[in-house]
């Protein structure tokens, strides 16, 4: 049953998040009292020289010229280098600290995640992405999108196993784009783009609400909080799970038996074969999750399934527009690296994903492409597009920013403070970012096309064709 489920997921999870949960006291401890042990370190520093040392005239010295330091003992060195070099690291610290989204305090906590999980995931990450990129080149025997579409499973679970980390230090906990209105920030975009999407299908207090391909989170737990409605996601990747619930245990968003309020979870599952009983949810969406799916019409007709007669389903889809011309080169690069470097086995036009929509038994209530909308001030694809500054995350995408960026991993790989193959991840993963940029740029592709689907209230209509079912992955 749905309750059944939801209680042996939880108990997995709670025991994954508490120990995901040690794992970053550290770092977050770390992070809190780097300042106060600079100023410390600084101030100890000065008075060693003073009280033991040569004095702080070597300090002077040494910046007139390096050869001061070549007489002196270690311990003078490294005061000097401390003096010197502490205020600079303060200042970086200050500044960071007074940016909305730490920026060094993610890139910190990414290098203690990555770094550790080849050995708590199990995995090796250059193995996985030399068999992701093998599943996207079209001349391997491997290769060719009949067999992305067979071994989706694989292609998707293999993409985030890798990515999802990368993800959440450039981009958040909400793993999708949105342009910007007048007076929006970065992350006012992501919600409001998220509660227009909940408005759509009426999400109401208490509702049973499901997220199809959740990420690791971040709309389900704005939607939940939102409506107090009780949201439950579903992603192919466990890794997801773990990180989403540990998201949710921090926002007390855990189903609690007995307990009221807006909750939030995440399971494990197939979206093709929903592990849900039928007419189980009173709404259901997605956002740009549904475009992973080798067949639109498979991944539809399981959520006509759970969803209850007359509640809605809405998504914003990933699609090729009209203005994609398929003998032209260009689009067709575009295309090529938006799937290589965020896992489609293919992509559909706008117009296919529609007639999927209606051919498993939906009505169609609304379709369009909201990248079309007015009154936008930064469109959806701005964060995407390389920026000299080095304090943005846009940096990255910038040709000095790939090449900083891809030497230091490469650097890192040797000291061995990441997994061997994070470089290559890191290659991908900008390569799609400049596929869809470089798409809306064009507009030959939108992350963003509108769709809202109702299930017909009629007790004699057809039942749709069924694409099998699934249980919650026990682990």
């Given at each position: 049953?749905?309750?059944?489920?939801?209680r042996?997921?939880?108990?997995?999870v709670?025991?994954r998040?508490?120990?995901?949960?040690?794992?970053?006291?550290?770092?977050?401890?770390s992070?809190?009292?780097?300042r106060?042990?600079?100023?410390?370190?600084w101030?100890?520093?000065c008075?060693?020289?003073?009280?033991n040392?040569?004095?702080?005239?070597?300090?002077?010295?040494?910046l007139?010229?390096?050869?001061?330091?070549?007489t002196?003992?270690?311990?003078t060195?490294?005061?000097?280098?401390?003096?010197?070099?502490?205020?600079?690291?303060?200042?970086?610290?200050?500044?960071?600290?007074?940016?909305?989204?730490?920026p060094?305090?993610r890139?910190?906590?990414?290098?203690?995640t990555?770094?550790?999980?080849?050995?708590?995931?199990d995995?090796r990450?250059?193995?996985?992405?030399?068999?992701?990129?093998?599943?996207?080149?079209?001349?391997a025997?491997?290769?060719?999108?009949?067999?992305?579409n067979?071994?989706?499973?694989?292609?998707v679970?293999?993409?985030?196993?890798l990515?999802?980390?990368?993800?959440?230090?450039?981009?958040?906990?909400?793993f999708?784009?949105?342009?910007r209105?007048?007076?929006?920030?970065?992350?006012t975009?992501?919600?409001?783009h998220?509660?227009?999407?909940?408005?759509?299908?009426?999400?109401k207090k208490?509702?049973?609400?499901?997220?199809?391909?959740?990420?690791?989170?971040?709309?389900?737990?704005?939607?939940?909080?939102?409506?107090?409605?009780?949201?439950?996601?579903?992603t192919?990747n466990?890794?997801?799970?773990?990180?989403?619930?540990?998201?949710?245990?921090?926002?007390?968003?855990?189903?609690?038996?007995?307990?009221?309020?807006?909750?939030?979870?995440?399971?494990?599952?197939?979206?093709?074969k929903?592990p849900?009983?039928?007419?189980?949810?009173?709404?259901?969406?997605a956002?740009?999750?549904?475009?992973?799916a080798?067949?639109?019409?498979?991944?539809?007709?399981?959520?006509?399934?759970?969803?209850?007669?007359?509640?809605?389903?809405?998504?914003y889809e990933?699609?090729?527009?009209?203005?994609?011309?398929?003998?032209?080169?260009?689009h067709?690069?575009?295309?090529?690296?938006?799937?290589?470097?965020?896992?489609?086995p293919?992509?559909?036009?706008?117009d296919?994903?529609?007639?999927?929509?209606?051919?498993?038994?939906?009505?169609?209530?609304?379709s369009?492409?909201?990248?079309?909308d007015?009154?936008q001030?930064?469109?959806?694809?701005?964060?995407l597009?390389?920026s000299?500054?080095p304090l943005?995350?846009?940096?990255?995408?910038?040709p000095?920013?790939?090449f900083?960026?891809?030497?230091?991993?490469?650097?890192c790989?040797?000291?061995?403070?990441?997994?061997?193959?994070?470089c290559?991840?890191?290659?991908?993963?900008q390569?799609?970012?400049?596929?869809?940029?470089?798409?809306?740029?064009?507009?030959?592709?939108?992350?963003?096309?509108?769709?809202?689907?109702?299930?017909?209230?009629?007790?004699?209509?057809t039942p749709?064709?069924?694409?099998?079912?699934?249980?919650?992955?026990?682990?």
């Amino acid at each position: 049953s749905f309750a059944d489920s939801v209680r042996c997921a939880e108990c997995r999870v709670r025991k994954r998040v508490d120990r995901l949960h040690r794992n970053q006291i550290l770092s977050y401890w770390s992070a809190m009292s780097s300042r106060p042990a600079m100023l410390f370190g600084w101030a100890g520093a000065c008075g060693y020289l003073h009280y033991n040392g040569p004095g702080l005239q070597v300090v002077q010295e040494t910046l007139r010229s390096a050869s001061a330091l070549t007489t002196a003992d270690s311990a003078t060195r490294v005061c000097v280098a401390s003096i010197l070099g502490l205020p600079v690291l303060y200042t970086i610290s200050y500044i960071n600290g007074e940016m909305y989204d730490n920026p060094l305090g993610r890139t910190f906590q990414l290098f203690f995640t990555f770094s550790s999980q080849e050995g708590t995931r199990d995995i090796r990450v250059d193995d996985m992405i030399e068999e992701y990129n093998e599943l996207h080149d079209d001349r391997a025997a491997n290769g060719g999108v009949a067999n992305r579409n067979s071994s989706y499973t694989t292609l998707v679970n293999s993409y985030y196993e890798l990515a999802t980390s990368f993800y959440e230090w450039g981009w958040g906990q909400s793993f999708h784009f949105a342009y910007r209105l007048k007076g929006e920030d970065f992350y006012t975009s992501i919600r409001r783009h998220e509660y227009y999407l909940a408005s759509q299908i009426g999400v109401k207090k208490d509702d049973r609400v499901l997220d199809v391909g959740c990420g690791i989170g971040g709309p389900m737990r704005n939607i939940a909080k939102f409506s107090q409605a009780h949201v439950t996601g579903i992603t192919l990747n466990e890794y997801q799970v773990i990180r989403g619930n540990q998201l949710n245990n921090e926002e007390n968003l855990l189903p609690v038996e007995g307990a009221s309020g807006a909750t939030a979870l995440s399971v494990q599952a197939n979206f093709m074969k929903i592990p849900f009983e039928d007419n189980t949810f009173d709404c259901v969406y997605a956002i740009e999750a549904t475009c992973h799916a080798p067949q639109r019409q498979g991944v539809y007709s399981e959520i006509l399934r759970v969803l209850k007669p007359g509640g809605r389903f809405a998504c914003y889809e990933w699609c090729l527009t009209d203005k994609f011309d398929k003998n032209n080169p260009e689009h067709l690069i575009i295309k090529k690296k938006i799937e290589e470097g965020d896992a489609l086995p293919d992509m559909a036009t706008c117009d296919e994903v529609v007639e999927a929509l209606r051919d498993v038994g939906f009505e169609v209530v609304a379709s369009r492409d909201m990248a079309q909308d007015k009154d936008q001030v930064m469109p959806w694809y701005l964060p995407l597009v390389g920026s000299y500054n080095p304090l943005s995350f846009r940096f990255n995408l910038s040709p000095p920013g790939m090449f900083i960026t891809r030497n230091f991993l490469r650097f890192c790989e040797l000291l061995y403070l990441v997994p061997t193959g994070t470089c290559k991840v890191q290659e991908m993963l900008q390569q799609g970012g400049i596929g869809c940029a470089r798409g809306g740029e064009t507009g030959t592709f939108t992350p963003m096309m509108l769709m809202v689907g109702q299930k017909p209230d009629r007790k004699t209509t057809t039942p749709p064709p069924r694409f099998g079912r699934g249980r919650v992955r026990q682990s």
